[in-house]
């Protein structure tokens, strides 16, 4: 429309070339200035977005094609990087497994407790907002390096989880020492920091028209045929939602593994991101790290569309 | 009156754009200098005025980062305050920070041709990379012309701070690798505390024993990095070829002797494995400090002090095992001095460089921390002052340089990755996952692959 509207005015103008111009004109110009004057406003955001984030997206995929080392000149070399991330990096297999297995259980285990405890708090009415907000703490001061450091000092070898073990008589065990233990530490840690999920799951809940409820129960329904038939279907498009956001997070997550075992033991916490950081700023291999990245972009897009195309099937919409 | 209102607002808003982006290309243009930018552009201007006549007058200031702990910033800060007073037109600003992180804050600095004019340098890979990359100056002509005194220094140590024959760091001090091990701990035990002289199975038999007697851990767990590099020396080999595009032993079985040795102390309890050594934060909270074992040979000789310290008893030192430990054994700057090739001031910062290197005043104040001083008339001038623990440093760095073969200075830019790869490999057989055969052949296996990028 704001295309075809000038041209059609242009030939207005062409074939009468006559007084009402005069009108017409400045209702022109006052658009364009108007228009201008809204670029204009609009155009820090503009600046930043393009300067601070897509150029260095771009950037970046230019880099991963190069032997770009931080600090000398990025010579082109093709796809040698993602020749060898797929060839010969055993490191980068290790860095995948790790990554899927944090990943695949993390997501769906926070999903579930998050739902557990929004559920909880749907019940409860007094105080609800001083309960909401203790059980998303963890959740606001979760990136932060300090959760990460208590973590370490809870599941240590003289940490609070051995120490209530020997207490109660029970062996303890070297949490973060074990390779096969030191991954779950990280995932629990990823579990627990359900808050902003819990947080939507509570909108969702509140959504759902307790005129349903009554009506089941009319009925004859019980609490649990309830949850599956009513509670669950209508909180889908929530469910989806979390979902996404909680591929995404899960995929990049990176300050767990990097604070906590630094990847240890036996690079069984080594995290994607983790092993893309060490490339960048630890082997100063620039390019090879610009690789990984977009690898791991492809992964979290095929994820995202996968979710999204699989939605038909399970997610409904209120409103159909 | 509206109209009026949107022109004016459109006007400031054009203007602050302008202003905006004017500043992000100046910014580039000069990206050079620094990231005090009001003063550089204060200096240029002055520097303009004088013609260069009269330097002293100008106000200067230099950037200066190291890593270190909050001991060494707060010694290196009032080493800075004295040359500042000295020198009243030098402003010295700092950056400064633990070891983690600090090179990849530095980095970044290079990437955008912003290195600080005075730079603390690690020896091996890291100052390879960055003179390979040229990114720091040539310090000679300041050698030749004397702005940087090395009068005395032994030749050793001066070539230490070269890279393919540029002089790009002038070395703090000198270090060694050290086994540190509690005297206390031994007697009470009734074995005898190691000496210069001992062997691999001197050092796995004390070991045994102490372990036996106590039932605490005979010694801490071994870092490979160091470690290895040191045995292969002692057994006259280098972890790197000359060049740098290969390992510099053919036989596996050196690695292999050397995995199955740390496997079977900690297999019988008498090395802590992993599971322990990780979670171990800091020095302050090393075994050998809170008397879980007596002995620890992954220490330098600078860091036995803030050991000492952190300890609360007396610590000693002996060269590292094997019967050829004076080929193993090498003297290596603690750190270096560089100054980055992007400085505007490089003769005021190669004052300072010769400021730290030159006087006393300075070490009596740092300490062994920095290792022990590279000038003779520094080292003399302190000798009757030294505390013990200093004392025990100087005497032990003295010991080990007439014992001793250069060190190794072939690193391969990549070397830090081929590092992370043993430290990989030395796991997974700790763990058991691989025999000490299996991790020898993987480890040439990452190495060659690693080397040949």
Excluded at chain 1, 199 to 219: C, H, M, Q, W
């Amino acid at each position: 429309m704001g295309l075809r509207e000038p041209e059609v005015q242009n030939q207005m103008q062409k074939n009468k070339n006559l007084p009402p111009t005069k009108k017409f004109n400045r209702k022109r110009v006052g658009r364009e200035f108007e228009n201008g004057m809204g670029y204009m406003f609009i155009s820090p955001f503009i600046i930043g977005t393009v300067m601070l984030t897509l150029f260095p997206i771009v950037y970046s995929l230019y880099l991963s094609f190069t032997n770009f080392n931080l600090v000398g000149e990025a010579d082109w070399i093709g796809l040698s990087n993602y020749q060898e991330m797929f060839t010969s990096d055993p490191m980068f297999k290790q860095a995948l497994e790790v990554t899927f297995l944090y990943a695949g259980a993390g997501v769906p285990l926070r999903l579930v407790f998050a739902l557990l405890i929004a559920l909880a708090l749907n019940k409860v009415v007094e105080a609800a907002g001083l309960y909401r907000t203790f059980l998303y703490l963890p959740s606001i001061v979760g990136g932060s390096v300090g959760v990460a450091i208590m973590w370490r000092q809870l599941f240590g070898n003289d940490g609070a989880l051995n120490s209530v073990l020997a207490s109660m008589g029970l062996p303890t065990h070297s949490w973060l020492g074990d390779p096969d233990t030191a991954i779950w530490t990280l995932v629990v840690l990823y579990i627990w920091q359900f808050g902003s999920s819990m947080l939507i799951f509570l909108a969702g809940l509140r959504n759902i028209p307790k005129t349903y409820y009554e009506a089941s129960s009319v009925d004859g329904a019980h609490k649990i045929q309830q949850f599956f038939k009513i509670t669950l279907p209508l909180l889908t498009p929530v469910i989806l939602f979390n979902l996404v956001m909680q591929t995404i997070q899960g995929f990049m997550a990176f300050t767990p593994s990097f604070i906590i075992t630094a990847g240890g033991p036996m690079n069984s916490t080594l995290l994607y991101i983790l092993y893309m950081y060490r490339n960048a700023f630890q082997f100063f291999d620039m390019g090879y790290a610009s690789a990984l990245a977009w690898f791991m972009l492809l992964i979290i897009a095929v994820f995202t569309a996968l979710i999204f195309k699989s939605s038909d099937r399970w997610v409904h919409y209120d409103d159909n | 009156m509206k109209k009026y209102l949107l022109l004016m607002l459109s006007v400031i808003t054009i203007l602050l754009i302008a202003a905006c982006s004017g500043g992000s290309d100046e910014e580039e243009a000069s990206g050079g200098n620094g990231g005090e930018n009001e003063q550089s552009s204060e200096e240029t201007g002055g520097s303009d005025d004088g013609g260069g006549d009269d330097a002293d007058q100008e106000q200067i200031t230099l950037r200066m980062s190291w890593w270190g702990s909050q001991s060494r910033h707060d010694m290196t800060n009032e080493i800075i305050a004295l040359y500042e007073e000295q020198n009243p037109h030098i402003k010295i600003q700092t950056e400064f920070t633990g070891f983690d992180g600090y090179f990849e804050k530095m980095a970044a600095q290079a990437a955008g041709n912003n290195l600080p004019d005075i730079m603390q340098q690690n020896f091996g890979e890291y100052v390879n990379l960055y003179a390979s990359q040229d990114l720091l100056t040539d310090l000679s002509p300041f050698v030749e012309d004397g702005t940087i005194d090395l009068d005395g220094v032994s030749d050793t140590i001066v070539d230490a701070g070269k890279v393919g024959g540029t002089l790009v760091g002038i070395p703090t001090g000198t270090n060694a690798l050290v086994a540190t091990y509690d005297s206390a701990a031994f007697e009470d035990a009734g074995i005898d505390a190691p000496t210069h002289d001992w062997t691999w199975e001197d050092y796995e038999r004390i070991a045994r024993e102490y372990h036996e007697e106590t039932g605490k851990y005979g010694a801490r767990l071994n870092e490979p990095g160091n470690m290895f590099e040191y045995y292969l020396r002692e057994k006259g080999y280098a972890l790197f070829n000359e060049d740098g595009t290969g390992l510099g032993y053919d036989d596996d079985q050196l690695l292999v002797d050397y995995l199955s040795m740390t496997k079977g102390l900690i297999d019988d309890g008498v090395m802590p494995g992993y599971d322990v050594i990780q979670l171990i934060k800091g020095l302050e909270d090393e075994l050998i400090v809170r008397g879980e074992t007596p002995l620890d040979l992954t220490n330098w000789s600078n860091q036995v002090g803030a050991l000492e310290n952190a300890a609360g008893t007396p610590i000693e030192m002996v060269v590292l095992p094997g019967e050829n430990n004076d080929r193993g054994m090498f003297l290596k700057p603690s750190m270096l001095w560089s100054i980055g090739k992007n400085s505007e001031h490089k003769e005021e910062a190669a004052k300072f460089i010769n400021f730290f290197t030159n006087t006393v005043e300075v070490f009596e104040i740092i300490g062994s921390d920095r290792g022990v001083p590279i000038k003779p008339e520094v080292r003399e001038a302190l000798e009757p002052n030294l505390s013990d623990i200093d004392q025990k440093v100087y005497d032990y760095v003295n010991y080990v340089s007439e014992n001793s073969s250069p060190a190794d200075t072939n690193f391969p830019p990549s070397a830090s990755e081929v590092f992370k790869a043993l430290e990989d490999t030395d796991e997974l057989v700790m763990y058991g996952e691989l025999t000490p055969e299996e991790g020898a052949e993987q480890f040439r296996m990452n190495a060659e692959r690693i080397l040949a990028k």
